[in-house]
Every structure is written in structure tokens, then in C-alpha cells.
């Protein structure tokens, strides 16, 4: 009984992990946020010196930094252009304003930091060139956020699927 509860949960955790791992690319759902949840609910329900603590930090700082991708590399992004602050707060502002006003969270929040970006760094220079540089070196750190996050997803998944099934 206890092996088929067993089988039973590492089944139901790893289509958990799976769904984040959707999640990454589909920005309703929170990815990394749910692998890093399937990790910690097998990690507490078998027991976390059974799982190995080391393995849980480890997936755990992998889930902190892929995670966050969507915060820091598209600011990353437009600063390399050379954006200005003031395009990096109205991009921020346009984020979240795109997320809450438009009812699509994808093109709503993508959207809106891209135009807060080109409005703020058009309103600092008067220069659409410019703008239009922020602009798209900010959408191309949104889309490697993006892949950052899928990466991380996959590499978490692998290694705990590796990592059980070698136990």
C-alpha cells in the first residue's frame, strides 16, 4: 500500500510540475512558483532528510533566480539599451497598469511595459529612435525572462524526476 501512495503522489507532483512548467510560457499561471511547490510538498510529505536538504536548496535558489527572470532581465534589457529611469518607472507603471486594465494578462502587462518604456524615454529625449530602442531591447529581456524560466522549470523537473527515480 505504502508503494502505490508512493507511485500515487510522486504521479500527482510531477503533472503539478509539469502544469508550472506550461506556466512559465503562460503568465496566468504562476510556473516556477508551482514546480517549486511540488518539490516542497514531496520534499515534506517523504520528509526532507529522506529528500535531502542540499537538493532542496538547490532547487529552491534555481526556482528564486529563473523566478525572478521576469522581473530583473527586462529592466536588464532596457537599461543595456540605454534606456533612461524615468522610461524604466513608466515601463514598470505600464506593466502593471497593462495588467489590471487589459483584460488579456499577456499582451496586457507585455504591452504596457513596452509602451511606458517608449513614453517614458520619448517624454526624457523627445526622440522616437531612441524610444523605439528601449522598447524593443525591453521586449527581447521579457522574451529571454521567458526562456530563462522555461529552462529553469525543466532543469528543476529533471532533477528531481533523476533524482527520485535513481533513490
Same mark, same amino acid.
Given at each position: 500500500m505504502s508503494v502505490l501512495f508512493e507511485a500515487i503522489t510522486f504521479g500527482a507532483? $510531477? /503533472?503539478?510540475m509539469v502544469l508550472g512548467i506550461i506556466g512559465t510560457i503562460i503568465p496566468i499561471i504562476p510556473g516556477t512558483l508551482l514546480i517549486w511547490m511540488g518539490v516542497?510538498?514531496? /520534499? #515534506?510529505? !517523504?520528509?526532507?532528510? $529522506?529528500?535531502? !536538504? +542540499?537538493?532542496f536548496l538547490l532547487l529552491s535558489l534555481i526556482a528564486i533566480v529563473t523566478g525572478t527572470a521576469d522581473l530583473w532581465?527586462?529592466?536588464l534589457g532596457a537599461k543595456g539599451s540605454g534606456a533612461s529611469k524615468r522610461a524604466l518607472l513608466f515601463g514598470t507603471i505600464g506593466a502593471l497598469l497593462g495588467t489590471f486594465l487589459i483584460p488579456i494578462p499577456v499582451i496586457g502587462t !507585455?504591452?504596457?511595459?513596452?509602451l511606458g518604456l517608449l513614453l517614458g524615454e520619448y517624454q526624457k529625449? +523627445?526622440?522616437w529612435e531612441l524610444a523605439k530602442k528601449a522598447g524593443w531591447s525591453g521586449l527581447a529581456g #521579457?522574451?529571454?525572462a521567458t526562456a530563462v524560466q522555461l529552462g529553469g522549470g525543466i532543469l528543476m523537473l529533471l532533477i528531481f524526476v533523476i533524482h527520485i527515480l535513481t533513490q
Open positions: 507532483i $510531477t /503533472a503539478f516542497l510538498v514531496y /520534499a #515534506w510529505h !517523504i520528509g526532507f532528510s $529522506t529528500f535531502g !536538504i +542540499g537538493l532581465l527586462p529592466l !507585455i504591452g504596457g511595459y513596452v529625449h +523627445g526622440d #521579457w522574451g529571454l
